[in-house]
């Protein structure tokens, strides 16, 4: 399959126009690393190919048609903060539950223990939620994952871990990845190819 | 006369109060019999995963632990028993401390007088500007609200904390995530010089990367324990140099060596008993690692660990 942004141009109702003419295209099986300054909008990006922003100008196309807008999305991101992206109404179990899957083999893997999925998100550490929000991307029905610096507030172990889990799926299930970081060690050691968001060729990758 | 560092923890040990059921108690350990000291003119950074008790170790420093948590051990600052009433004269003054998150801040106070802290002369205003701009933030954001600040803002603000004092000890905690690269590793810089302006630094992150660009000696920190603080050098001389197993298992982790990952996970305090911590976790374990664990000395280095040799 392909993820593809074409001309992305976008900016917030009353503010500046955040990035202009940005082509990406991901292939199934491709792990793209994505770095830049902060603020230059890499984030926003994530945003717009996930499809939870409309670009002002330009489209999204998975294989050549819009991205579904209702069901169950088959772009999946994940966010830095997992406090922000998980209800804190709900207990673990069904945090996991809402994207229909619950795959032990996933968590065990993950290392996310038994005693874990009847707790509230408050009575997690950041590391342990994040296993979270990684789990309930790896469904069935995904085809890509953008992973907005889902590792930068872990130590080096969970970091590690949440990566060889997703790298071994994502083999598993040929999916496209897009990893946005700061850190050119770990983009170096998983990515097929990395792109510098400010240097990028907006004519065409 | 005995040489002396300019602080010195010996075995500080905090616990919480906490409610079970009604109105019945109990003590949870967060962190056990902590020693570390650091001297003028070094950073020693804390490193060590979320719930390792890293905060809490500088909390308890500054003496703005919770109601509830009762701590133990003796802390001596320059010589000096640091007793709570002596806290609460030095902190913000000659030991200064950079909060983890924006949540720390006043949200009804202007970020300009939170920062410039209790002086309100000339000289401190001046020094206000200064490093509001050493840290590009514009001139009109110190009449800002926290709420009115972007996360970067918020970051650099508070960092801009320790320019305001004369500090001779600065404990910033968890100071970079937010900051791109460049300004992290300006931050980073700032501390080095501070440090070797004779000043004391301790340098709290989750990001063994970081510690390495500019710490003299790292102290490894797992579930409210010190594991191991070792230089800074044999962090880059390689995985041998490095003695206990939780060490060489961070130390492997890192994207640029092993990339592998470690089973289990680090025990919640409270649970914790005697003997080793990592045990469950460790290769190496034995029947005696269920004992009290002896604290090992090698040449500047201290190895919490019965197995190293």
Sequence with gaps: ?205 | MMYMPLLEVNNMSISFKMYEKGLRQHDMNAISNISLDVDRGEIVAIVGSSGSGKSLFAHGIMGILPKNATMEGEIIFDGEKLTKKRQKSLRGRRISLVPQSISYLDPLMRIGRQVQGPNRDDKSKRKLKESFKRYNLCKNSERLYPFQLSGGMARRAMVSIVDQEDSDLIIADEPTPGLDLDLAMKTLRYFREFADRGKAVILITHDIDLALNVADRIAIFYAGTIVEVAPVEDFHRGIDFLKHPYTKALFNALPQNEFKPFKGNQPYGGIIGKGCLFAPRCNMMDEGCKEDIPIIYLEGKMVRCKNVT
């Design chain 1, 1 to 205: 399959m392909l993820l593809e942004g074409k001309n992305l141009s976008f900016k917030y109702p009353k503010g500046d126009l955040i990035f202009k003419d940005v082509n990406i295209s991901i292939k199934s099986g491709e792990i793209v690393g994505l770095i830049g300054r902060s603020g230059c909008g890499k984030s926003t990006l994530a945003k717009v190919l996930a499809g939870y922003e409309r670009p002002v100008e330009g489209q999204v196309l998975l294989d050549g048609k819009e991205i579904p807008h209702s069901g169950y999305n088959p772009i999946q991101l994940i966010y830095q903060h997992p406090e922000k992206s998980i209800n804190p109404r709900w207990r673990m179990k069904n945090v996991l539950e809402e994207s229909g899957s619950m795959d032990h083999r996933i968590l065990e893997a993950m290392g996310i223990e038994r005693d874990w999925l009847s707790r509230y998100s408050r009575e997690l550490s950041g590391g342990e939620l994040q296993r979270f929000s990684v789990a309930r991307a790896l469904n069935d029905r995904t085809r890509f994952i953008i992973a907005d610096e889902i590792s930068t507030m872990l130590d080096a172990i969970t970091q590690a871990q949440i990566w060889n889990v997703i790298l071994d799926y994502g083999r598993k299930r040929n999916l496209g990845l897009l990893v946005i970081t700061h850190n050119l060690h770990l983009a170096q050691r998983i990515c097929t190819r990395i792109i510098n968001f400010e240097r990028m060729d907006r004519n065409g990758e």
